[in-house]
């Protein structure tokens, strides 16, 4: 039952997403913005956005909007990391990367695009009061700029030779991952007017949640089924080469278990949010054949 | 007494700039940000933004950081051009280009940062009415994105190896140069609540003076002295290409001579932001020689 909720949640969000971005099939900067967005993805971020306000009893149309906002902060995110000086990537999802298929010039472009038209599809929510606006682009840019995404892709790129230590790993996977979904998570309490206690415990969440889904990365890079390059994060210190998989696999659950207490304390025992969350882990789960409940007994999956 | 009039302002922006952007030396991203920020620049945006919403009655201190956001897009803007996908430049303002000072991943976090913060300064600009805030970042995200800067980046790449015609090139320059005028006016227009016919003829003001900034720039194309790669051009087609540099001069003359009149419908026939134009554009013809006044007959300068 939860599946088909969700899936029911996923195609609504493709399909504004396509909408918003409809093709023009002369202008390859759109055709790019397009392909990267409407190729696959999870659609994590929105669905956590638009769960997370509807559970604090907010169910307006803007909340769609202002996902795909989220989701095209991601996208350029992505295409931002694939790039040439950056990770040099070939392949995302399954598919050549953007700056492969369509040039790296174009790929930049069509970031640069998707990033601006996130910012002005938060501004020009409607039903929600100017001010909330305002607020959100604040988050928003916070997230993306100097101190969130951008720091973050940094660290991750100039640290690498190096060695790092487990903290030093862990606030970078904070950064590339977890400002974001804290942002995506304050923009759902924003929207529904969530009060102070709830919006700090659904940033506790939302790091909760960030930290497991990078690990969850860390686990799964070297694998040729997530459809991107194998073993992209060669050369780079992660969790896993200063841990080992096993270490990895508790944390992550310890993590995953942390998420459910917020969530908990914010939503009681059962709620859709913590029904997405533990499908999207059981999925992955099942997607690699069992690699996160190898200790089933340190991995809560099987609850829902 | 003009000039003092205006160098004040121009510190007065620098000063902020600098106070936005403090120095850390262990970050190279915020070093890129800087360097490429407050190493000279005429700070054309956040005058013409500042000096507009002034004339028309508002001269609250909120302009100068709105200033500033439009100033870091530019920059950003400039960074993105420069690249090695899109122009290759070498050197901007006399200066090694950020991605030669600092590597291509730097730059382009760098420019992701600044255009970020942009958006993140306007909404938080304090003593503005939220929803004036929003309709400034909708403004600010047009003028960034696929219709905007971006399109018009993506056609002076892509168009420069056919026959165009003086239209796609005009069009072209419009997207490059004057969306962000146009945007950085209607900020201006919006900062002081303009009704609708004063901002649809700061819009056409706007148009009329980036059609001429940018004849400008085509016409000291070649020439050393603008800190710029010599014939960074060179390949594209330009209007002085198609029309020959004395119709180009003719018709920048033009466009001020129509920059001039929207702005007399405004503000009368002496206005600050008059004197600021056509001292800018005295200051770029003194420097290059008089390069812009070899026809007097056709070029306005001694008005002011």
Known sequence: MAASEFSHLRCQIDARLEQLL?????????LAMRDCLLSGGKRVRPCLLILTARGLGNDSPPLLDLGCAVEMIHSASLILDDLPCMDDASLRRGRPTTHRQYGEDIAMLSMVALLSRAFGLVSEASGLAPEICTQMVTQLSRAVGDQGLVRGQYQDLHASQQLRSVNDV?????????????????????????????????????????????????LTDGLAVNGKDVDQDNGKTTLVALLGEEEVRQRLAGHLAKADRHLTAVFGADSSLGRFMHGLFSRFDHEHGGLLSQRASAFPLSRH
């Open 22 to 30: 409809p093709r023009q099939a002369d202008d390859p900067v759109t």
């Open 170 to 218: 862990s606030t970078t996977n904070t950064l590339k991952t977890g400002v974001l979904f804290q942002a995506t998570l304050a923009l759902a309490g924003l929207a529904a007017g969530a009060n102070e206690l709830t919006a700090s415990r659904l940033k506790c969440f939302a790091l909760a949640f960030g930290q497991a889904y990078q690990l969850y990365d860390d």
